[in-house]
DNA sequence: CTGAAAGCGCTTACAG
DNA sequence: CTGAAAGCGCTTACAG
């Protein structure tokens, strides 16, 4: 009687080079070179090799060949926040130029927590070669001691000694107050993003000197959280300064902020201006549609592949990639309301 | 004279257990123990081996144990889109579930291209424990040969034999239908996601029925593809119809219906009703508000790693989870316009 | 061009 | 409770 079959696919232990040095009459090591540097074995041993790699379905054990080389292919990423919409593409960029190499990305997203994300990048970096931090709210020791056990590349974060990947920050920002500034906006707010993002202390500073050198007065309100909460929760606060326009540190603030304005009955954009940064999904789909600083987060992304992979051949070009920012004109920002009576 | 040190961080190769085992006077194989199974060592001893590693900094190599063992304590994710704001809360539900098992999550785009999604599986199911495929465009028997490799999983797909994830249907798109035949419409637009996605079909079906149960006719109409230029694209050929109410597959070709309508002057909800599936981000910022499907992508990102890991383990539970959906009624919905003159 | 051997860092029967 | 040894699947000097 036969033995009853279960219904599950059976699967069979992977072949191995032992396999194939056996069924083609080779050693294991004449495999090993056979599949690996093509040209060192004669035409037809390898001819004979390949061929009986291909029969038995023949795949390379990653894990072997890592604890041989101490190198596992994979790259990983860690963000402060995934669901933030601008990261989206520069997830794609960087998973695309990762897997064109050859590599997989590994994936952890930190919530914006500190802890979440030292633990994460530490378990990343056990099982990849090198780790990119995005948007890291990490102190700059913390950085430094996790470079101390595999490379590690910061994107829109600068810490001296660590390879970077930022976005260029200045022409946006100089294009957003200009623009502010031709439509007649003299008193303007920036709304913060949090403290431990380096970003946004650039932001801040090129803001502060742009509008100083324009003659404008910027006000800085602090906000809850980078995101569209954050946003809304602050209107009282941006009307309070009587300020006429606000650039907010990103566009989910800037939605909070359309979105706070509206039910506050501030029209925007006749008495309120409204900027924001990156241009991300839905932006333009607003009513009225977002002005705000693009930047190209897919070229940032892959800007930082390329980064960790020269990092981890060891090459010390330390160029740190600039994707260009520009303003988006669209339907926020108006001219400055004529006085009130 | 000193040599020059190079300003590089230094990076010592990693301590291994017979580092460990000298200091301590043990052997390699009593500090496996220590570590792994505690309690099976004598309390001092293993006192002073974790005293041991601690000094040393020890980590454990994951590659030389999956060698060991056959499992790499990663789970991979392909997914047909990335840039589909769908996916983002089933990604993050994903990442969470699976860093609190202490493994990590491996991630590949397929850009919702067929070819692009069987490499990338191929790829990652080498370096990974299983497979989870997330609106997979493969065919069945793709899938199912994936399957001889390693465990995987489908997510809101159902292929024999292979453990699902999927979100749950007839609910949401019974309140849907029933919402809009309660509101007049009795002849609507079902406008289809791609023919290759499983819960296009299902919504298809399911629409089709329930319309049929309560008198309404449905016209199937064809998108270029699941996105926002779909939607926009499809706007004359949902007119020309005649009908009062169009569901879309998802949201993004909702929010590309709801753009080309302002375009064409086709006013949403007066003249057309408009309910699209998933509760992306922004459909509660459009003006109109978008009402939609929504699904706990969420929930089905947990559930797809609870299903395999439980793969992976072996068990044969195929209890395929089904997060709930529910209408969400905003402001595109309307009841239908009183016959024209 | 090809083979025999050692080793990557761990785990696990097998003895004691 | 602990040690010596073999083995996971591959790569790479070292010989020939």
Known sequence: MGVPMTERTRRPSAPTIYDIAEKAGVAASTVSRALNKPGRISTETEARIRAAADELGYRLNPMARSLQSGLTGNLALVMSDMTNPVYFDLVRG???????AGCTLLFADSQENVDIELDAAQRLLR????????GSRLSDEQILSLSA????????RLVDG????????????????RHLHELGHRDIVYLEGPSASWMNGRRHEVIAADAAALGMTVTFLDSDGPTIEGGHAAVPRVVATGATAVIAFNDLLAFGLLQGSREAGVDVPVSLSVVGFDDIFGANLLTPPLTTVRSHMRNLGEAA???LRNAIAGEDERETERPATELIVRGTTGPVAPAGP
């Open 94 to 100: 960087a998973e695309r130029v990762t897997a064109d």
């Open 127 to 134: 099982v990849a070669d090198g780790l990119m931090l995005v």
């Open 149 to 156: 056990l595999k490379p590690v590349v910061t994107v829109n």
């Open 162 to 177: 660590i390879p970077a990947a930022t976005a260029e920050v200045e022409v946006g920002v100089h294009q957003a107050v």
């Open 305 to 307: 592949v390329l980064a």
